[in-house]
Each structure stands twice: as C-alpha cells, then as structure tokens.
C-alpha cells in the first residue's frame, strides 16, 4: 500500500514537471489595440464584456471590432481559457446561442497572428490578440496573458 501510494506521488510529481515546463514553454499571448485609439487602459473585465459580445459600445461611443483567430488554434484556446477561464467549447457553445437568438454578432475571425496585426494596425477600433513574440511596432498592448 506504502510502495503504491509513493508511486502515484511521483507520477503526479512528474506530471506537474511537465505541466510546468509546458506552460513555461508557451508564449504569452499579448491583448493589441491600434496605437491612436486612445484608450490609457481597458480593463481585463472590459475585454472579456467586448469577446463576449457583452460591451458593444467603447468609452468614446466607438464599436469595438474584437478580432478572433482560427477556430482550432491553440491560441484561440489559451486565450478564452486565460481570459474567461472557461474552456473553447464552452465559449462556442455560448457563441452558437447567442447567434441562433440573433442577440450579438461574434468576433470576427482571421486566419492567423499576421492578419490580426495588420488588421489592428489598420482600424481604430479593432482589438485582437497575438503571441507576444508577434508584436509590431505598428499596435500597442493592452495586457498580457500568461
């Protein structure tokens, strides 16, 4: 029973090692606005109210445009389950509500990272998301997500 109970403590310590180096390994992934859009800060809770389809309408009476990736990247994962802490099948069970009662339109999807940021750069009111080893000159960050 002893020899059982050591076993399983080393398996679990080997998983949170792997775990940990895993998590550790992965970039963080970095909340971009276009640089003149004139927001000091915007809160976590505002981004989520935005992805959510909750905020509709920015503090200078602007739409926000939120900018989503993919929707089977490991980004777009991380980031709703960062962000909301609710994992992506939760979030597109949400979505798919919402869109079948006519309620809120979802973020607007682009294929990857480079899309994201040339998008923002290019709007005033959009707000994606990217890895921080992504992040131009071109946008700046809100936040980051780790």
Sequence with gaps: MLS????NAK????????????????????????????????????????????LVSLPNNRIPLPLDQQGGSPLRERFYETLT??????????????????????????????????TVSQNRDAIGYVEDDKVSPSVRVLFYLE
């Design 4 to 7: 059982t109970l050591r076993s």
């Design 11 to 54: 398996c679990l310590s080997l998983l949170f090692v792997l775990w940990w180096q895993m998590a550790a390994g992965q970039p963080r992934i970095a909340v971009i606005v276009h640089p003149d859009n004139g927001f000091a800060d915007m809160s976590r809770k505002q981004i989520v109210d935005i992805y959510l389809g909750r």
């Design 85 to 118: 802490e609710k994992p992506l099948a939760q979030i597109n069970a949400y979505w798919a509500r919402l869109m079948f009662s006519g309620r809120a339109t979802p973020p607007r999807m682009l294929p990857d990272s480079a899309s994201v940021l040339e």
